[in-house]
């Protein structure tokens, strides 16, 4: 490969603009070139990311305060997951017991001592969970949290304005086609204009539309059969300050799927992600109405899609990112945090790939690796006692091998570390045991066994860690007082 002097980035969603400000922060002698149309609209009303965005604005030097004032950002400590295991339940996934020395059993010990130390906080792995959901409160630090929700259209207007910042070439096309040079690699994009745009590598951000990939031979692998939702609505429903602002996303399970709920500073973003083998549009929105309190004629956005990713995320010299290379349903945010994964990935590969570009093979398998982690942890939360309607009865899902393999063990409260030793996945022992818990996958007596041959020491051990953390982190303010603060900045 000859050393490469133009990137080109096609599409100006949070895929496109994040991969953009990675590789301009790393490769600043590079020209990084964003292409996009603002002709086509981006997707989402109100969007959760997971930790990893965090580590994303740490490392680029973007203003924590700007982020949270431009982008009507709230704070989001974790997900109230209600009604999954079955109607009038509840349990959250907030992984925040964060001072537990990292040991090849990481949390587990505490997590099997704190099951049955209250049985009315179904928030007991959560920390100050159970507060929060009372209170509407934060803890009052800066540094509380490391997740957010977001406006989904400031944020794309904050990250377009980093990226001119950061002198990244913004231009206006509308792509139609490209052209390859003998061995089949991308010379040139062709606008609607018959303009050509050159470059050497080119980062596919495209969205559901995979305009770049879909040239080079790349097709498309159906996980449908693992995650049959394919359909999902959305609504804008507005927020009372009086009542205060929730700092975590709701998740709630409906009768073919379930639905969101994200605060913003201003108003929720809504929607409900269903299959359209078990309830109509049209019938999923009255049922949304009655979820929401509203009279909605129609959606914001009606949407079709199927859970699944193209075979090659690197091929030849373009790089799918974001929905152009696979989507899962939006259960836990992990849209965002696998953009910045695939991004940094990029990253680490790109110079090895100049002189070697077999090397994109082993980002292919670890990109393959780290999406069929979270399909195997999705998954996992549909295995629902839930059996009211003919969705949650017929579970329509072929189990993932993963998954097979691991939950006779994992439901003893036996969640070894070597199952999550691949080198990037999202999800990990600490993730998958919150659900575990949260729909009484667990199996309670063996666990009790477990602790009964605990040596007491060690029991203690654990008892004052827990106890030490919730004392560290005791004083909390409201989340709106919080915000204020931050605004005043």
Same mark, same amino acid.
């Given at each position: 490969?000859?050393?490469?002097?133009?990137?080109?980035?096609?599409?100006?969603?949070?895929?496109?603009?994040?991969?953009?400000?990675?590789?301009?922060?790393?490769?600043?002698?590079?020209?990084?070139?964003?292409?996009?149309?603002?002709?086509?609209?981006?997707?989402?009303?109100?969007?959760?990311?997971?930790?990893?965005?965090?580590?994303?604005?740490?490392?680029?030097?973007?203003?924590?305060?700007?982020?949270?004032?431009?982008?009507?950002?709230?704070?989001?400590?974790?997900?109230?997951?209600?009604?999954?295991?079955?109607?009038?339940?509840?349990?959250?996934?907030?992984?925040?017991?964060?001072?537990?020395?990292?040991?090849?059993?990481?949390?587990?010990?505490?997590?099997?001592?704190?099951?049955?130390?209250?049985?009315f906080n179904p928030y007991i792995l959560s920390g100050h969970f159970n507060n929060w959901?009372?209170?509407?409160?934060?803890?009052?630090?800066?540094?509380?949290?490391?997740?957010?929700?977001?406006?989904?259209?400031?944020?794309?207007?904050?990250?377009?304005?980093?990226?001119?910042?950061?002198?990244?070439?913004?231009?206006?096309?509308?792509?139609?086609?490209?052209?390859?040079?003998?061995?089949?690699?991308?010379?040139?994009?062709?606008?609607?204009?018959?303009?050509?745009?050159?470059?050497?590598?080119?980062?596919?951000?495209?969205?559901?539309?995979?305009?770049?990939?879909?040239?080079?031979?790349?097709?498309?692998?159906?996980?449908?059969?693992?995650?049959?939702?394919?359909?999902?609505?959305?609504?804008?429903?507005?927020?009372?300050?009086?009542?205060?602002?929730?700092?975590?996303?709701?998740?709630?399970?409906?009768?073919?799927?379930?639905?969101?709920?994200?605060?913003?500073?201003?108003?929720?973003?809504?929607?409900?992600?269903?299959?359209?083998?078990?309830?109509?549009?049209?019938?999923?929105?009255?049922?949304?109405?009655?979820?929401?309190?509203?009279?909605?004629?129609?959606? $914001? +956005?009606? !949407?079709?899609?199927? @859970?699944?990713?193209?075979?090659?995320?690197? =091929? /030849? %010299?373009?790089?799918?990112?974001?929905?152009?290379?696979?989507?899962?349903?939006?259960?836990?945010?992990?849209?965002?945090?696998?953009?910045?994964i695939q991004s940094f990935s990029i990253i680490e590969f790109l110079n090895t790939w100049?002189?070697?570009?077999?090397?994109?093979?082993?980002?292919?398998?670890?990109?393959?690796?780290?999406?069929?982690?979270?399909?195997?942890?999705?998954?996992?939360?549909?295995?629902?006692?839930?059996?009211?309607?003919?969705?949650?009865?017929?579970?329509?899902?072929?189990?993932?091998?993963?998954?097979?393999?691991?939950?006779?063990?994992?439901?003893?409260?036996?969640?070894?570390?070597?199952?999550?030793?691949?080198?990037?996945?999202?999800?990990?022992?600490?993730?998958?045991?919150?659900?575990?818990?949260?729909?009484?996958?667990?199996?309670?007596?063996? $666990? +009790?066994? !477990?602790?009964?041959? @605990?040596?007491?020491?060690?029991?203690?051990? =654990? /008892? %004052?860690?827990?106890?030490?953390?919730?004392?560290?982190?005791?004083?909390?303010?409201?989340?709106?007082?919080?915000?204020?603060?931050?605004?005043?900045?």
């Open positions: 490969m000859n050393p490469i002097k133009d990137i080109v980035i096609v599409g100006g969603g949070t895929a496109g603009l994040i991969s953009a400000l990675l590789l301009k922060h790393y490769f600043s002698y590079y020209n990084v070139k964003i292409v996009k149309s603002s002709n086509v609209g981006i997707i989402g009303v109100g969007e959760g990311s997971t930790e990893h965005f965090d580590f994303f604005i740490k490392k680029l030097g973007i203003n924590f305060y700007d982020l949270i004032k431009e982008t009507d950002a709230t704070v989001k400590y974790g997900i109230l997951f209600k009604d999954w295991k079955e109607k009038n339940t509840s349990y959250s996934h907030s992984v925040v017991i964060n001072n537990n020395p990292k040991d090849p059993t990481g949390y587990l010990p505490l997590f099997n001592q704190l099951i049955f130390q209250d049985k959901v009372k209170e509407k409160s934060v803890d009052d630090s800066l540094s509380s949290t490391k997740q957010y929700h977001f406006d989904t259209y400031k944020l794309n207007t904050f990250l377009l304005k980093e990226c001119k910042k950061r002198k990244i070439i913004i231009e206006e096309h509308y792509v139609e086609d490209i052209e390859l040079n003998n061995k089949g690699y991308i010379t040139n994009l062709l606008t609607n204009k018959k303009e050509k745009i050159n470059g050497d590598l080119f980062i596919d951000c495209s969205g559901f539309k995979k305009l770049l990939s879909s040239k080079l031979n790349t097709h498309w692998i159906s996980y449908k059969d693992f995650l049959p939702l394919n359909h999902a609505i959305t609504l804008s429903t507005p927020l009372d300050l009086n009542k205060g602002i929730e700092p975590y996303t709701k998740a709630t399970a409906l009768s073919s799927g379930w639905c969101w709920k994200i605060p913003t500073q201003t108003k929720y973003g809504n929607g409900y992600v269903f299959s359209d083998e078990y309830i109509s549009s049209d019938s999923a929105l009255k049922e949304f109405n009655t979820v929401l309190n509203t009279n909605f004629d129609s959606p $914001i +956005k009606d !949407i079709k899609f199927e @859970t699944g990713r193209i075979n090659k995320f690197w =091929n /030849k %010299n373009c790089i799918s990112v974001g929905l152009s290379s696979g989507f899962i349903e939006p259960l836990e945010a992990q849209s965002i945090g696998f953009s910045i100049l002189s070697n570009p077999k090397i994109s093979d082993k980002y292919n398998n670890e990109m393959v690796g780290l999406f069929n982690n979270a399909v195997d942890y999705i998954q996992l939360h549909y295995f629902s006692q839930r059996t009211d309607s003919k969705f949650w009865k017929e579970k329509p899902f072929k189990i993932t091998e993963f998954n097979k393999e691991t939950f006779n063990l994992f439901s003893k409260g036996i969640i070894p570390g070597h199952y999550f030793d691949t080198p990037k996945i999202m999800f990990d022992i600490e993730n998958f045991y919150q659900v575990y818990y949260g729909l009484g996958l667990l199996n309670k007596n063996y $666990i +009790k066994e !477990i602790l009964n041959k @605990t040596p007491q020491n060690e029991l203690n051990f =654990n /008892k %004052n860690l827990y106890i030490k953390f919730m004392k560290e982190n005791n004083k909390r303010i409201s989340h709106i007082s919080y915000l204020n603060f931050i605004k005043q900045k």
